[in-house]
Structures are given as structure tokens and as C-alpha cells.
């Protein structure tokens, strides 16, 4: 049963995995994620009117950092040397939509670290808008697309 679990040994102890004999190939991965809110803090966000000041700028500087450092939250992770992290955001009826993409040319892919990267950008965002809305939301946070490495180009199901 444990053969088939990568991060598992034969005799049931955690391991990082061995990349050392993959070859390098051109990775990027693209997560979303969003952050529902009442539409009173969704404007102040829009305008630059919350009170912590530049809400996005902060969160895209906070998912950009995440994402360098996935390696140091994630146990099994390796540690990358990534080309980029872009975090872009997107004003829904109700929410805020995170984006991340992450890009190098390595040997193991970069799903966490856009996953990671989304994630922090969503829960700053919380930060800086709770005291307009303490009741916000994080949610729907996913990979939404890969490429490079053995398994080639993938793109989630609803969205291909």
C-alpha cells in the first residue's frame, strides 16, 4: 500500500522526495482563490479607502513573499529557485478574486507555491479589511492550471 505514496517509505517514515535524476523542464502553475465580502468593504477596498491603507498592493506583496517561501511552510516541499510569482486580483459582485502563477525552469513543478501564493494574498486581504468586515470569507483556493514536467499541461476540468 505505502509503494505507491511518494512521500513514504517503504518502512512508513515521511521523506522528501528524490528529484535528483528528473530532468529540467519549464514549469508555471495558475491557483485562484476568493474572498467574499459585504459590498461596503468591497468598495473601500476599490476606492483605497480602507483604513490599513493599500489593501491589494499589501496582499500582492504578501503572496509574492509566500510564495518564494513555500518551501520553509510546506514539510515536503523542495526548496525552488523561482523565475516569478504574480499575483493579480479581480473585483467579483461580491468578492475578490486572487490569481497566482509561478514559473521556473527546474526539476519538480510549482502547484504549492501558486496555491501558497493565493492563499496568503486572500488571507491579507482579510487582514486589512476586517475591521470593515470581520465576517469575510476565504474559500474555492485551487490550481487551476499546470505545465511542464511528466504529466505535461493540465487545466481543471470546468475551465478546459
Request: glycine share 10%.
Given at each position: 500500500?505505502?509503494?505507491?505514496?511518494?512521500?513514504?517509505?517503504?518502512?512508513?517514515?515521511?521523506?522528501?522526495?528524490?528529484?535528483?535524476?528528473?530532468?529540467?523542464?519549464?514549469?508555471?502553475?495558475?491557483?485562484?482563490?476568493?474572498?467574499?465580502?459585504?459590498?461596503?468593504?468591497?468598495?473601500?477596498?476599490?476606492?483605497?479607502?480602507?483604513?490599513?491603507?493599500?489593501?491589494?498592493?499589501?496582499?500582492?506583496?504578501?503572496?509574492?513573499?509566500?510564495?518564494?517561501?513555500?518551501?520553509?511552510?510546506?514539510?515536503m516541499?523542495?526548496?525552488?529557485?523561482?523565475?516569478?510569482?504574480?499575483?493579480?486580483?479581480?473585483?467579483?459582485?461580491?468578492?475578490?478574486?486572487?490569481?497566482?502563477?509561478?514559473?521556473?525552469?527546474?526539476?519538480?513543478g510549482?502547484?504549492?507555491?501558486?496555491i501558497?501564493?493565493?492563499?496568503?494574498?486572500?488571507?491579507?486581504?482579510?487582514?486589512?479589511?476586517?475591521?470593515?468586515?470581520?465576517?469575510?470569507?476565504?474559500?474555492?483556493?485551487?490550481?487551476?492550471?499546470?505545465?511542464?514536467?511528466?504529466?505535461?499541461?493540465?487545466i481543471?476540468?470546468?475551465?478546459?
Amino acid at each position: 500500500m505505502t509503494k505507491n505514496l511518494t512521500h513514504i517509505d517503504s518502512d512508513g517514515t515521511a521523506r522528501m522526495v528524490d528529484v535528483g535524476a528528473k530532468a529540467e523542464t519549464q514549469r508555471l502553475a495558475v491557483a485562484s482563490g476568493r474572498i467574499t465580502m459585504t459590498a461596503t468593504a468591497l468598495e473601500a477596498i476599490r476606492a483605497g479607502n480602507a483604513p490599513k491603507g493599500d489593501v491589494l498592493g499589501t496582499a500582492r506583496i504578501a503572496g509574492i513573499m509566500a510564495g518564494k517561501k513555500t518551501s520553509d511552510l510546506i514539510p515536503m516541499c523542495h526548496p525552488l529557485m523561482l523565475d516569478a510569482v504574480n499575483v493579480d486580483f479581480t473585483f467579483e459582485d461580491d468578492a475578490i478574486r486572487a490569481t497566482a502563477t509561478a514559473s521556473l525552469t527546474g526539476k519538480t513543478g510549482v502547484e504549492m507555491e501558486a496555491i501558497t501564493a493565493t492563499s496568503m494574498a486572500l488571507l491579507t486581504i482579510y487582514d486589512m479589511a476586517k475591521a470593515l468586515d470581520k465576517g469575510m470569507v476565504v474559500g474555492e483556493i485551487r490550481l487551476i492550471e499546470k505545465r511542464g514536467g511528466k504529466s505535461g499541461h493540465w487545466i481543471a476540468e470546468d475551465l478546459a
